[in-house]
């Protein structure tokens, strides 16, 4: 069987790019997770491959398997994630919380959307719009919304070890919907110990220490069961088959209820008042829309449908960890021995988690017809190696 699939993936990687390849699902190979980035027509015999196929063609050697995309997926939502805390700080400087929060997503998400539609990307139908819709709403505009403001009252390292909830909350919600629990005794002192680190860090001297205010604390972590909530509904329901023309509409439609609440409440009218707008804050603010939101949450996505609930989470033990070094090291914030103890524990709490369920396998993919008629063994069917 080994030998088999190997030569499956040989002979589907020597055969040209056709119209065929639309049919292959994302699991199969890279070129699915790119379909963003290159267009399915046939290319004319002759002429130079366009780039974007060169680039589908390399990404497909360096990962054969979903092993390299989901590596540098959990490496995105953990380095850029925990990055985005320190950002919005900065970015709060010169914008008001949820003028900054929704231009954040509005720039990316239209960009993105505008972009797939000319690469010949479909629209999606009703039922996945609407579907995209409301889990943008949920993730972005109830949990992401809410961070940024709650970032005006705690110290950006603190609402990162807050936000570590996301596990606690995206397991015990979705033993709740399936009736059961699959994780096994590692899951479950993991989550422990995680949560005890929150508890360190949530103490009364932690927060005579740290200045944590309780409504900001509180906003937080109902901004945490937001997420969690969005998270596994969108693993259930039927979202645009392109991941990313699943972020382009959830950007863009949180990003246009943001700016609608940030009029209702008269950001508008204080931003050339009360708000001191600079290089320092803007640039933040790009670097929030165009690294944190449109590439962190297209990994994000991606992730979500190829690995396990509890796997994905632990961005959020992971987060707080490079938060506190950065809020430390570049925002001066006070850390005192009980943050530093506290982010151990997370970090434990990681590796207990990760260590039973790291990687849950897709479902097996669907063989290219080229590539069945090719080797001829219409029975064998490769899964993703992840």
């Not at 959307?113 to 000319?118: A, D, T």
């Not at 945490?224 to 909530?229: D, E, G, H, Q």
């Not at 990313?244 to 209702?264: H, K, R, Y």
């Amino acid at each position: 069987m080994k030998r088999d699939t190997t030569r499956l993936t040989r002979i589907s990687h020597q055969l040209p790019a056709t119209a065929d390849d639309a049919q292959c699902p994302a699991g199969f190979s890279l070129i699915g997770m790119l379909d963003g980035l290159s267009s399915t027509t046939p290319r004319p015999s002759g002429r130079k491959p366009h780039w974007t196929m060169r680039l589908a063609a390399l990404a497909t050697k360096v990962g054969e398997n979903c092993g390299f995309m989901i590596f540098m997926s959990f490496a995105a939502i953990y380095l850029i994630w925990g990055s985005t805390y320190l950002a919005i700080r900065i970015a709060l400087e010169g914008f008001p919380p949820f003028f900054l929060a929704g231009s954040r997503f509005l720039m990316p998400g239209i960009g993105l959307y505008i972009f797939l539609r000319m690469r010949g990307i479909a629209k999606p139908t009703d039922q996945q719009w609407w579907w995209a819709v409301a889990t943008g709403t949920i993730m972005l505009v109830g949990a992401s919304g809410s961070l940024v403001w709650a970032e005006q009252r705690i110290p950006s390292a603190v609402a990162a070890l807050l936000f570590t909830t996301v596990p606690l909350w995206m397991i015990v919600l979705e033993a709740l919907t399936q009736r059961s629990f699959s994780g096994g005794w590692r899951t479950v002192a993991g989550l422990i110990t995680g949560l005890a680190g929150v508890t360190i860090l949530v103490s009364p001297s932690s927060r005579e220490l740290l200045g944590v205010d309780p409504i900001g604390a509180g906003v937080i972590l109902g901004a945490a069961l937001c997420w969690s909530v969005g998270s596994l509904v969108s693993r259930r329901v039927a979202l645009p088959p392109s991941p990313f023309m699943t972020v382009a509409i959830q950007l863009t439609t949180a990003g246009v209820m943001l700016l609608m609440i940030s009029g209702a409440c008269g950001e508008w009218s204080t931003i050339n008042t009360q708000w001191s707008i600079s290089l320092r804050p803007v640039l933040a603010l790009f670097y929030l829309a165009f690294v944190g939101a449109l590439l962190g949450l297209s990994a994000y996505t991606y992730l979500l449908r190829h690995v396990s609930a509890a796997a994905v989470s632990t961005y959020a033990f992971v987060n707080p960890v490079i938060a506190v070094f950065l809020g430390w090291i570049v925002a001066h914030e006070t850390m005192g021995p009980s943050v530093f103890f506290a982010a151990g524990m997370i970090i434990t709490a990681v590796v207990l988690i990760q260590s039973t369920s790291w990687i849950k396998h897709s479902p097996k993919a669907k063989i290219c017809p080229h590539v069945l008629q090719a080797v001829q063994t219409p029975k064998i069917k490769p899964t993703c190696a992840g």
